[in-house]
Every structure is written in structure tokens, then in C-alpha cells.
């Protein structure tokens, strides 16, 4: 069993940052692919962000390419997520997610342990 607890999230304004933390506790964490996903009211969850074990295979969302960064510190079974130009198209919660190897990055199915989520709001 994997906990996941997110922290990091709040109010920003437009062109703002914002840095997610993600703790992990209980079995190995370097053994997942770590994702971020986000869900905005009334709509689908949708993949944001994803490493694999070692930290040198990154994917991103094309929405938040070029604006977000993932990492991870397996010492610190810790995986973030910094957010910059925040715009407000990226308000939702953000979640993330613990898959095991082999796992389809931008799926949320693929995934088997979640946190509880932190919310995000971007103002204009």
C-alpha cells in the first residue's frame, strides 16, 4: 500500500507560480512512475504530467508544456510539480498518482494509488 498526500496548492494570480509537493509513504516509492493529473469542475481528469523511477523520462500535457516541471527525490519519496505562468485555464485539483512499471502515463486507469488532491486557482 501507497499513501499519497499532495501539498502546494492555492490562490494565484494570472503569470504566478506555484510548486506541488507530493509525499509518499508506506511500499518502495522508486519503483513508480510517478503522474500528476488535474480535474476542473464538470470535466474529465486529465494527465498533466508524468516521471518515470529514475527521473530521466518526462512526459507533459501539450497545455503545460514548456510552463510545468516535474521531478522527483527518491531520498525524500517526494515527487513535485512546478507550475509557472500559471494561467486560469490550469484551475482544477491536482492529483497525483502512483503507477507500477509499464503503466500508459496520460491514462488515470493505468494508476493504482491517488492522493486526495490539492486545489488550484488561478484568478485573471
Known amino acids: 500500500q501507497v499513501q499519497l498526500v499532495e501539498s502546494g496548492g492555492g490562490l494565484v494570480q494570472a503569470g504566478g507560480s506555484l510548486r506541488l509537493s507530493c509525499a509518499a509513504s508506506?511500499?518502495?516509492?522508486?519503483?513508480?512512475?510517478m503522474g500528476w493529473f488535474r480535474q476542473a469542475p464538470g470535466k474529465e481528469r486529465e494527465f498533466v504530467a508524468a516521471i518515470n523511477w529514475s527521473g530521466d523520462s518526462i512526459e507533459y500535457a501539450d497545455s503545460v508544456k514548456g510552463r510545468f516541471t516535474i521531478s522527483r527525490d527518491n531520498a525524500k519519496n517526494t515527487v513535485y510539480l512546478q507550475m509557472n505562468s500559471l494561467e486560469p485555464e490550469d484551475t482544477a485539483v491536482y492529483y497525483c498518482a502512483a503507477g507500477n512499471h509499464g503503466v500508459t502515463w496520460s491514462m488515470p486507469a493505468g494508476y493504482v494509488y491517488w492522493g486526495q488532491g490539492t486545489q488550484v486557482t488561478v484568478s485573471s
Open positions: 508506506g511500499r518502495t516509492f522508486s519503483r513508480f512512475t
